[in-house]
Nanobody, 121 residues
Framework: VQLQASGGGLVQPGGSLRLSCQTS????????LGWYRQAPGKERELVAA???????HYADSVKGRFTIARNNAENTVYLQMNSLKPEDTAVYYC????????????????WGQGTQVTVSS
């Protein structure tokens, strides 16, 4: 299963980015999906997650600024990031799983390639 995150870059504080993650493998629509990030020297953390039914969950630090969405026809999950702050700087990853608890705790056996987001003036 391939997980390819893209859309990162350098943006000024207050700016926006839209990340995409296209996945391979079958049965995308029955997977829960999550976006995670890892800043230098810190552990990877859950940023946002979405269930198969479209219910969403966000880390407190990004509520009201980030939006997760999924397109089952394209096997893709998106993360719209607005009002970016320097503390959002990290490598962002996506992952998928059948169990919501796995999505919440990020306990995956493997990770795909992430995308670097740098928020700086």
């Amino acid at each position: 299963v391939q997980l390819q995150a893209s859309g990162g870059g350098l943006v000024q504080p207050g700016g926006s980015l839209r990340l995409s993650c296209q996945t391979s493998g079958s049965m995308f629509s029955i997977n829960q999906l999550g976006w995670y990030r890892q800043a230098p020297g810190k552990e990877r953390e859950l940023v946002a997650a979405i269930t198969t039914a479209g219910s969403t969950h966000y880390a407190d630090s990004v509520k009201g600024r980030f939006t997760i969405a999924r397109n089952n026809a394209e096997n893709t999950v998106y993360l719209q990031m607005n009002s970016l702050k320097p503390e959002d700087t990290a490598v962002y990853y996506c992952n998928k799983g059948h169990r919501w608890l796995t999505i919440l705790n990020g306990n995956f056996g493997s990770w795909g390639q992430g995308t670097q987001v740098t928020v700086s003036s």
